[in-house]
């Protein structure tokens, strides 16, 4: 009898490791208690068809964008690059160009090596030609969670905003929201 309970538990164990990958539908995520993709694509939605008609309708000067610090200060991880990556990208298949720094040193590396002659002029790099940021893209997710009742509520607000750098100005700003309301899970030993 022990040896089937032992071997029953192994098959188990060994069923239970053994699951199956199903994708899903990001946009059709119907939220957690936990930020996934739901806010996510929510928050990306809002924010590319308010900054891409600010910068189309009043912006008037060409933009170049670079992402600086989009900051987490709720009380949950939250991936903040996964949201800004996905927002430079559905800009940048709108046309908004953004400025890399990531890749300065490499750059003004091959610069220098096309200036030095070794290279044909043709394909070398000129100097001269790298763009600098007009404008940050920035901002933070905060939150506020709370107890009502056997609920957990929590609200959480995703704020971007455009800073010009000559002037130090905001000049566009827009925020999503979120109050989600979830069962207080209560665990006791």
């Known amino acids: 009898m022990k040896k089937f309970a032992a071997l029953a538990f192994v098959v188990f164990v060994v069923a239970s490791c053994g699951g199956r990958t199903q994708y899903l539908d990001a ?6 208690r936990e930020w996934g993709p739901r806010e996510v694509k929510t928050t990306v939605a809002k924010m590319v068809g308010s900054l891409y008609s600010f910068l189309k309708d009043e912006y008037k000067k060409p933009a170049y964008l670079q992402v600086k610090k989009f900051r987490n200060r709720t009380s949950e ?3 903040t690059p996964m949201i800004t990556n996905e927002i430079a990208t559905n800009l940048i298949k709108k046309r908004i160009k953004f400025i890399d720094d990531t890749m300065t040193k490499d750059t003004l590396e091959e610069i220098e090596k096309g200036m030095s002659g070794m290279y044909d002029a043709d394909t070398a790099v000129p100097a001269g030609m790298l763009k600098q940021p007009n404008l940050w893209l920035t901002g933070d997710i905060r939150d506020n969670v709370r107890r009502v009742g056997s609920k957990q509520v929590q609200y959480l607000v ?26 207080a899970t209560r665990v006791s030993f």
């Open 77 to 79: 991880h939250i991936d």
């Open 27 to 32: 946009t059709k995520d119907e939220g957690s």
């Open 158 to 183: 995703v704020t971007l905003k455009l800073v010009e750098l000559a002037t130090r100005m905001t000049v566009w700003q827009d925020q999503q929201e979120f109050l989600k309301s979830s069962s």
